[in-house]
């Protein structure tokens, strides 16, 4: 009989704590995000008034880099708040997400579950490449690299490489630098992000000239790292055609095939890619 009045306390204890508990049901993002604007966090029941501007926030965020961790946080709803990032993180950058210890809902509930989470935003990714894929590349192209925050040269080096059509080996890329990179960046408008973030802005060319009407990529590799050590872990690859070799075609208007071109009707000199007007004009 004892036994029995114990279990039937425990259980209205039980089901008197639950009442006065809550848990979160989702809170993003975890592990690895290449993108972070925002950590949103779920929970089960409702955890303030709706519109109190003094409700509390129930997590604190801590990252690896302050200045990028910047933002605030709001409640969007009674059972769900935000913390909203000023800009994008910048590869490389590790945060936790601490469940505020004294922190109850407006009816007293405390918050239970896991105490802890943790992000980060990932390894460097190209955000813009330049040539774009659909236009056909040089033999000896140049490729300016935007990405979402900085490389370490070597692993630029040692994790991205070209792939050829007719070529059964990797074919590894050289970073151009000096006059030819400044000159690059200048033609592209991106000298002045370059000298603010030099490492953030990769130009480089494969290393052997191409076979012309070959198919070639670009790949970003895994491996790609900041200068905190945070790899990226996704292989990417940019397709691209080479330029045709260069033709010219002449033709005019001719009795029959066999005839010479009739000298008072136009004669034509066709060119499968641009030439300029100085030399064209030389063109006797």
């Known amino acids: 009989m004892n036994a029995q009045k114990w279990l039937l306390a425990a259980s209205l204890s039980l089901v008197a704590w639950g009442a006065q508990a809550f848990q979160i049901t989702s809170l993003s993002p975890q592990g690895e995000?290449?993108?972070?604007?925002q950590v949103?966090?779920?929970f089960d029941s409702a955890a303030v008034r709706f519109g109190d501007p003094k409700a509390p926030a129930p997590l604190s965020l801590s990252c690896s880099d302050a200045q990028a961790s910047k933002?605030?946080?709001?409640?969007?709803?009674?059972?769900?708040?935000?913390?909203?990032?000023?800009?994008?993180?910048?590869?490389?950058v590790r945060c936790?997400?601490?469940?505020?210890?004294?922190?109850?809902?407006?009816?007293?509930?405390?918050?239970?579950?896991?105490?802890s989470y943790q992000f980060n935003s990932g390894g460097p990714f190209i955000q813009s490449l330049r040539p774009g894929q659909y236009e056909p590349i040089d033999e000896e192209q140049f490729f300016v690299l935007q990405l979402n925050g900085p490389a370490t040269v070597a692993s630029v080096q040692q994790h991205a490489w070209c792939v050829a059509e007719g070529v059964g080996e990797r074919i590894p890329v050289r970073l151009i630098d000096?006059?030819?990179?400044?000159?690059?960046l200048k033609a592209q408008g991106l000298q002045k992000r370059a000298e603010r973030e030099p490492l953030s802005v990769v130009t480089l060319a494969c290393n052997?000239?191409?076979?012309?009407?070959?198919?070639?990529?670009?790949?970003?590799?895994?491996?790609?790292?900041?200068p905190s050590g945070v790899v990226g872990t996704v292989e990417r690859r940019y397709s691209y055609q080479v330029r045709a070799p260069f033709a010219a075609e002449f033709s005019c208007?001719?009795?029959?095939?066999?005839?010479?071109?009739?000298?008072i009707r136009p004669m034509q000199l066709s060119f499968n890619a641009p030439v300029p007007r100085k030399l064209a004009a030389a063109i006797r």
Not at 33 to 37: E, F, L, M, Q, S
Not at 255 to 262: I, P, V
């Open 33 to 37: 995000v290449a993108r972070v604007r």
């Open 40 to 42: 949103v966090a779920k």
């Open 71 to 92: 933002g605030a946080g709001r409640w969007t709803s009674e059972r769900e708040w935000v913390f909203d990032f000023e800009n994008d993180l910048p590869p490389g």
């Open 96 to 115: 936790t997400v601490v469940i505020q210890p004294e922190f109850k809902s407006a009816s007293g509930a405390l918050l239970t579950g896991a105490r």
């Open 178 to 184: 000096g006059k030819e990179r400044a000159e690059l």
């Open 208 to 226: 052997r000239r191409l076979t012309p009407s070959a198919r070639v990529q670009l790949v970003w590799g895994k491996g790609v790292a900041t």
């Open 253 to 263: 208007e001719r009795e029959n095939a066999q005839a010479a071109c009739l000298p």
